[in-house]
């Protein structure tokens, strides 16, 4: 997700009246300073700053249009996250429960094989801003587009011509709103006040998910690296200072993006490989009752050990998972000093579980004969097990603090999403036809 994230735009010209200021600034009808996540002029005052939150204002015109719900990559009878208005009440925002379970089931493409998610309240949030602000509203036509075209078609086509890319429907369209959200999430923060925080947020969870339909987990960690940024550089949860002070979370609640990723990772995976030649070879010599030499038996033990290893991690993992999520919701509430170093030993806990967990897998990578890259389900969960590492490092922390830690983490995070990017496309190349 591209933006930056630097001092607001100067938007002050001779005759313009600038809104732009912290609420308590408006008020008191003096110039604000705009610094994030508190304006110095109020700090310095011993005011309370405010922030620089705007109430939605509610979009009652266009909404996100589809086709009919079927084959050829088709939309849903009505606009998604169109909610149902009361009589009486056309300043509603309230969306239908089967838009936000449709959503929920579009943000991972696990649930094509029956998971479920519990993402309805981020999938709620979603659909309700969607209905005021453009560019969300983009990006949940994106994914609509994209998802349902993978479910009837199971296949990511190649660019169709530009006359196709209008229709409501389809790839191209989806790829074409995609870009239409990018580029409205780099206008907002290029002067990132509370509602562009909080819009940047939401689309990100909606980008992460648009790559993993286009099965682009690189660019998809990219996505995970910089919105996870916004909520640590903004004090999504509030943060212990190197001076042991308790610095308060950001005046608006942003959208918690790191709940939002654990829950897709954390979600049952139903990835399987195809058996490999040497694999057949070997099962061939089994079935036929062959005397197998002591290596011969080996390799076997060590391909069936591959094989059987992952959801035993997997389990493990999800428990640390969990265990995350019980702290994050800790941190987010905690209102004191003491409170949060008593949750750093808990967090230092958690770090030494997810250490343990790398320790697990090595004897079987290390012992295959002969030599081969470590199964695809391993590496996703090795990106799973990175993702909660980089989360933990940065909770409770000062941006300042974690900043030289956080890029080696995150260095950490997208290599092994760029490895699984390559051999991604290399079992696509051995697998498509000449």
Sequence with gaps: MAGNLAAGRNMQSRGVKVKTGCATCRTRRVKCDEKKPSCQRCVKTGRTCDGYDSPFRVY???????????????????????????????NSTEVAPEDIALLNRYFSTKTMFDVRLGCDDEAEKILQASLTDPTVRHAVSSLKALREHLETSGDVPAPAPAAQQTTGCGWDFGVQRYCMALKGVASSLSSPGAQALKSALLCCQIF???????????????????GLGIIHEYRARPVLATTGKLMPAYPAQLPLLDVFVIKLFAAPCKFAEPPTPADNESQT????SCTLSREQEQAVESRRNFRTIVPNMRTALTKVAASTLEFLDKASSVESAETALGLVSEKESLLKSLESWVVEPEPVVTGARPP????????????????????????LRSSLDARAELRTENAKLQRIADMIDERLRACQKSTSPS
């Design 60 to 90: 009652t015109g266009q909404s996100i249009h589809g086709g009919a719900r079927g084959g050829g990559g088709g939309g849903m009878k009505k606009p998604l996250g169109a909610g149902r208005r009361p009589a009486g009440s056309p």
């Design 372 to 395: 081969r890259p470590e199964p695809l389900a391993l590496s996703f969960l090795r990106l799973f097990h990175q993702t909660l590492r980089v989360i933990l490092v940065a909770t």
């Design 285 to 288: 010599a089994v079935s036929s």
């Design 208 to 226: 992460i998910s648009i790559e993993q339909v286009r099965g682009n987990y690189g660019t998809m960690t990219q996505h995970i690296i910089q």
